[in-house]
């Protein structure tokens, strides 16, 4: 077990390497600083002085290993546009992304799973029926397009909720929360439905394959035939085996919706990383996409470490060790 | 026409019994005028190749028949009173408690997620009023009785950890649980290895003397038939083709089907250069020819075979369904 981590957690540090080689990259091979920074007049001397300075006539190696030192600090140097570090502009926008993408992966699993457990045990009903279809254009439509209707719907038309931002929020430290104001509430239904829908659709289709697989497996009919309750049968044996699977795509898409919540945050004007990178990749703000990136790769990764240890609570094939087996 | 049988009431007696399966080009008729009963404490063997009846027989007395599959006909009583027509809610409740059933493959027979213990516990909790703290102590038990080793340690142990001989005591021990009168075995032994068949059979007669369990005995395996059973019906294409107490039904088999059915059980005592066998194969249920279903391989078939349909008649000590003994 421990050796597992251990060995993830090194697998882990490589992926966060190769990133951080890609994001490097991105200063390199998208324009010269020093030409941005002195203006046309400058001379060369001036240029070499501060190419000296800067550290940048250091071999490749040594810029880079200066580049990762700096980012496992979080340090990732001044915005271009706004002139302020990136890590403090990052760790404002941070919570407003968390806060949306944490809603609408509790909307996706705490709607999409029973939808999914439904639509497996009443195969024929109209209402499945009705699920599935939606369910279709959940996973077809591109999410700017359901947020607009959303907005038009519910913003517009009927005036319920509010179109764009995030209400009040409260400061708790330096996280601020839009949880605890009415506006706040308000203010994250609409994005979070948006965010969530796609997701949902596939949590629930995922969960209705594995459980129909699983309800015609031998041990679902001996459950049955030692005269087991239905809820114990379908929710008990069933259901638990149907969660490695949905684990494994859950903690993928989770990843996703934090990345991918750019699309949902520019249509909402949510003020999170994701309008934050939109805005960096508009003008060009090297050290902001350079730290977005990095951030989203890190996200990733420990979820995935989650996910394996996730497997071991749930499958206990794989909990034990090997000594003890085959008798 | 059900059978009386030595030692007072039937505990189940199916009568007529119909099991059919609309499909788009019109219904096939898997089990066709099925009737028989079986004493408490007795062992009824049902014989007969795949495709016969035997395991819809079984799944139809359990209620368990996989849709569309259903019983069109007849009545199946269990202890005089007709089980057949239970709402679903009853129906479980008899399911584990007073008939329990054995599947074929041990592999595939435990959910691989809980421990033996706690499927054991949640059999006994779900149709005895029993504290948990009893009802692990009598599945230690129960373990022990199957033949499990250290049962006190076994019982914590998740079904990968048991071998395939190992996991069908403890299918044993399951279907036994919740002290049924009778248990439904399905092939209980098809998917072991040679060397561990004779010890669960030995097992499960043991157990089932003990407990004064009655035992429906599906297999196709003759050998375990004539080890094990009290009576025995042979089963042909849906219908019972003979039935009586397995000594006379060995040694003198009634009907050509069974007579076949012996000479094929190779014999360690004379020497035969070739077993015999008995020619074509069994029918598809499309296509079950007029009159007897086993005409077409009977080598004594005359003209009444191929235009009328026999029933089961007394034959010397066992019923037969063929002309010949209609004198």
């Known amino acids: 077990m421990l050796a597992f981590i251990i060995r993830r957690v090194m697998q882990s ?137 959303l907005i038009l719907i519910f913003a517009v038309l009927l005036g319920w909720l509010p179109s764009f931002g995030r209400g009040d929020v409260t400061a708790l430290g330096w996280w601020t929360t839009g949880y605890l104001t009415q506006s706040g ?105 350079a730290a977005y990136l990095c951030l989203i790769a890190l996200i990733f990764v420990i979820i995935n470490l989650i996910v394996d240890l996730l497997y071991y609570a749930v499958d206990p094939r794989l909990r034990i060790d090997r000594a003890t087996t085959g008798h | 026409m059900a059978q009386t049988t030595p030692g007072g009431a039937p505990l189940l007696e199916v009568r007529n019994l119909k099991v059919e399966f609309p499909t788009r080009r019109g219904t096939l008729v898997a089990v066709d005028d099925v009737s028989f009963a079986i004493a408490p404490g007795e062992v009824l063997g049902v014989v007969g190749e795949s495709g016969a009846g035997k395991s819809l027989t079984g799944a139809a007395i359990i209620g368990l028949l996989e849709p569309p599959g259903r019983i069109a006909a007849g009545q199946v009583l269990l202890e005089g009173a007709r089980i057949d027509n239970l709402p679903p809610e009853a129906m479980r409740k008899i399911r584990g408690r007073k008939i329990g059933a054995i599947f074929q493959d041990p592999l595939t027979s435990l959910n691989p997620l809980y421990s033996v213990g706690r499927q054991l516990i949640e059999t006994m909790q779900t149709h005895l009023d029993i504290s948990a703290g009893a009802a692990k102590q009598r599945a230690i038990e129960l373990l022990q009785s199957t033949g499990i080793q250290a049962a006190q340690q076994r019982i914590e142990h998740y079904p990968h950890q048991f071998s395939g001989g190992m996991r069908q005591r403890v299918v044993i021990a399951l279907a036994l649980a919740a002290e049924p009168k009778l248990i439904i075995a399905d092939e209980p032994t098809t998917a072991l290895d040679v060397s561990i068949q004779a010890q669960i059979i030995a097992l499960l007669k043991k157990l089932c003397r003990e407990h004064r369990t009655a035992v429906m005995l599906v297999t196709h395996d003759m050998g375990v038939i004539a080890e094990t059973a009290d009576r025995v019906a ?94």
């Open chain 1, 13 to 149: 540090a490589a992926v966060m390497l190769t990133v951080a080689f890609v994001a490097f990259g991105l200063f390199n091979f998208v324009g010269d600083p020093v030409a941005s920074m002195l203006g046309q007049d400058a001379t060369p001397d001036d240029r070499a002085r501060l190419r000296a300075d800067l550290g940048l006539d250091d071999p490749f190696y040594k810029q880079f290993a200066s580049f990762v030192g700096n980012a496992v600090k979080g340090e990732f140097g001044l915005s271009l546009r706004q002139g302020r570090k990136v890590s403090t502009l990052l760790k404002e926008r941070m919570p407003a992304t968390l806060e949306l993408s944490f809603t609408a992966a509790i909307l996706a699993l705490v709607l999409g799973i029973p939808m999914g457990v439904y639509t497996a045990l009443r195969r024929n009903s109209w209402f499945s029926q009705v699920l599935l279809t939606i369910s279709l254009v959940g996973v077809s439509l591109p999410t700017f397009l359901i947020g607009i209707y």
């Open chain 2, 234 to 327: 042979v089963m042909y294409a849906g219908r019972i083709v003979e039935i009586g107490p397995v000594a006379d039904v060995i040694h003198r088999p009634e009907h050509p089907y069974t007579v076949g059915l012996m000479g094929s059980i190779p014999s360690l005592v004379t020497e035969t250069e070739r077993l015999a066998q008995i020619d074509g194969a069994m029918p598809r249920l499309n296509a079950i020819p007029a009159g007897c279903a086993f005409n077409p391989r009977c080598t004594r078939v005359f003209e009444r075979c191929r235009s009328e349909r026999p029933n089961l008649i007394p034959v010397n000590t066992t019923q037969a369904a063929c002309w010949l003994h209609a004198r």
């Open chain 1, 185 to 289: 509430l308000k203010a994250i239904i609409l994005p979070s439905i948006t965010l969530s829908l796609f997701v949902m659709t596939l949590v629930m289709r995922l969960v209705r394959s594995e459980m129909l697989e699983v309800l015609r497996t031998d041990y679902i009919k001996f459950a049955r035939a030692r005269g087991l309750t239905d809820r114990s049968v379908h929710f008990g044996h069933a259901l638990m085996n149907t969660l490695v699977p949905v684990i494994t795509i859950v903690g993928l898409q989770l990843g996703g919706i934090i990345a991918f919540a750019i699309i949902t945050e520019t249509v909402f004007q949510w003020p999170g990383m994701g309008l934050l990178f939109i805005q960096a990749v508009q003008f060009a703000d090297i050290p902001v996409m």
